[in-house]
């Protein structure tokens, strides 16, 4: 039997530990829901539900990879949530570097637009870099950035947050004004409580953070998410 083969048979078993499952990861990272077994990940780049419409490379799993300071954090912001009978909802963390090189090759084809309604009606294709909704590096691949939104525990349903995750637009922007008040106010919630527990927005993604002081701020990893 081979050894990636045996080894998924333990894990999928529970004979593997913790600190077991954690050496097939590069030192520092985790999976997320071993420090926080209650989080609701749906990582959309293992999906068609995208930008470009298809499976990225190197995503291989639903399975959330985070730097092991990153999840510290991130439970102290789900506990504070729960408290309101809210919970995080997880789109994406660490990506390969492979995977922004997926997007990379997608932005060049012009011709591929079958998703442009739905996720950039109004940037042109070949602004996207220009505008910086897409870069050549990534900094979800230093494994310290995650993409996120609130949902309700009781219907897990996402709170309205007046654009939808991945929306390249002046709506996604975190101090966009035409939104009702009670978008911005859910804004607001998410941005209040990632920044006092020691993570920094990006202005033009209401859902997007780094870790402050992450622990690899010059490293960009690439092995797959699996």
Sequence with gaps: MKLKTLLILLLTSGLLSLGQRQTMLPTGFVYARDVINDLDIELRY??????VGDTIEGYHSNKLIITKETADKLMLVQEELQSQNLC??????????????HFIRWARDLNDTIN???????????????????ASRSGHSR???????????????PLDMGSPYDFFGQQSWVDYQSISETQKMNRQLL??????????NYPK????????GEPFPETYFDFVVE
């Design 46 to 51: 293992f999906s068609v539900n995208n930008f």
């Design 88 to 101: 995080l909802k997880v789109y994406d963390g660490y990506r390969p570097q492979r995977a922004v090189n």
């Design 116 to 134: 442009k309604s739905q996720f950039y009606p109004d940037v042109a294709k070949e602004n996207l870099f220009k505008e910086e909704y897409i």
């Design 143 to 157: 494994g310290s950035t995650l993409d996120l939104t609130i949902i309700n525990v009781i219907t897990g349903e």
């Design 191 to 200: 941005q209040t409580v990632m920044l006092k527990h020691g993570f920094r």
């Design 205 to 212: 993604e209401w859902w997007h953070f780094t870790l402050r």
